[in-house]
Protein backbone atom coordinates (compact mmCIF):
# COMPACT_ATOMS: atom_id res chain seq x y z
CA UNK A 1 0.00 0.00 0.00
CA UNK A 2 2.84 2.82 1.19
CA UNK A 3 4.57 1.99 -2.47
CA UNK A 4 1.10 2.43 -4.25
CA UNK A 5 0.63 4.80 -2.57
CA UNK A 6 4.12 6.60 -3.01
CA UNK A 7 4.23 7.27 0.56
CA UNK A 8 6.73 6.87 3.49
CA UNK A 9 10.39 5.80 2.21
CA UNK A 10 8.77 5.14 -1.69
CA UNK A 11 7.78 8.91 -1.94
CA UNK A 12 10.03 9.78 -4.21
CA UNK A 13 9.77 7.10 -7.29
CA UNK A 14 7.79 7.96 -10.29
CA UNK A 15 4.54 6.31 -11.59
CA UNK A 16 6.74 4.06 -14.06
CA UNK A 17 8.74 2.12 -11.07
CA UNK A 18 8.04 -1.48 -9.89
CA UNK A 19 7.92 -3.55 -7.21
CA UNK A 20 9.83 -6.89 -8.89
CA UNK A 21 9.82 -8.91 -5.79
CA UNK A 22 9.67 -8.55 -2.06
CA UNK A 23 11.03 -11.47 0.32
CA UNK A 24 12.72 -11.48 4.23
CA UNK A 25 15.91 -12.27 5.52
CA UNK A 26 15.04 -16.14 5.95
CA UNK A 27 15.42 -15.11 9.63
CA UNK A 28 18.75 -15.51 11.78
CA UNK A 29 21.75 -15.52 10.00
CA UNK A 30 20.34 -13.61 7.12
CA UNK A 31 22.09 -16.30 4.63
CA UNK A 32 19.20 -16.42 2.33
CA UNK A 33 19.31 -13.05 1.25
CA UNK A 34 22.43 -14.14 -0.82
CA UNK A 35 20.82 -16.23 -2.50
CA UNK A 36 17.79 -13.70 -3.22
CA UNK A 37 19.76 -10.93 -4.15
CA UNK A 38 21.71 -13.05 -7.49
CA UNK A 39 18.36 -14.11 -8.39
CA UNK A 40 16.32 -10.75 -8.54
CA UNK A 41 19.62 -9.08 -9.97
CA UNK A 42 18.92 -11.12 -12.79
CA UNK A 43 15.55 -9.36 -13.35
CA UNK A 44 16.88 -5.58 -13.32
CA UNK A 45 16.74 -4.92 -9.34
CA UNK A 46 18.38 -1.20 -8.61
CA UNK A 47 17.32 -0.67 -5.40
CA UNK A 48 16.96 -2.58 -2.54
CA UNK A 49 14.75 -1.43 0.62
CA UNK A 50 15.73 -2.88 3.91
CA UNK A 51 12.47 -3.24 5.96
CA UNK A 52 11.48 -1.08 8.58
CA UNK A 53 11.62 -3.84 11.88
CA UNK A 54 15.00 -5.04 11.14
CA UNK A 55 16.27 -0.96 12.20
CA UNK A 56 13.46 0.39 14.50
CA UNK A 57 13.84 0.57 18.25
CA UNK A 58 10.74 -1.03 19.00
CA UNK A 59 11.93 -4.57 17.64
CA UNK A 60 15.14 -6.72 18.82
CA UNK A 61 18.32 -5.69 17.13
CA UNK A 62 19.42 -7.96 13.93
CA UNK A 63 22.48 -8.92 14.46
CA UNK A 64 23.04 -9.60 11.61
CA UNK A 65 22.22 -6.11 9.35
CA UNK A 66 25.87 -5.58 8.41
CA UNK A 67 26.18 -8.32 6.31
CA UNK A 68 22.68 -8.13 4.86
CA UNK A 69 23.83 -4.80 3.88
CA UNK A 70 27.47 -6.01 2.74
CA UNK A 71 25.50 -8.72 0.51
CA UNK A 72 23.38 -6.51 -0.85
CA UNK A 73 25.46 -3.71 -1.71
CA UNK A 74 28.67 -5.85 -2.66
CA UNK A 75 25.84 -7.37 -5.50
CA UNK A 76 26.22 -3.47 -6.87
CA UNK A 77 22.57 -3.18 -5.79
CA UNK A 78 21.54 0.58 -3.96
CA UNK A 79 19.76 0.00 -0.79
CA UNK A 80 17.18 2.49 1.04
CA UNK A 81 16.99 2.29 5.11
CA UNK A 82 13.10 2.04 5.59
CA UNK A 83 9.69 0.56 3.70
CA UNK A 84 6.47 1.82 4.96
CA UNK A 85 7.22 3.33 8.56
Known amino acids: MAFNKRKAFFKD ?3 NAEIIAFFTCGGCSGRRVYRLVKSIKKMGVDVIHLSSCMQMEDYPECPHIDSIRKTITDAGIEI ?5 H
Not at 80 to 84: A, R, S
Request: aromatic share 12%; no cysteine.
Open 80 to 84: VEGTH
Open 13 to 15: YDK
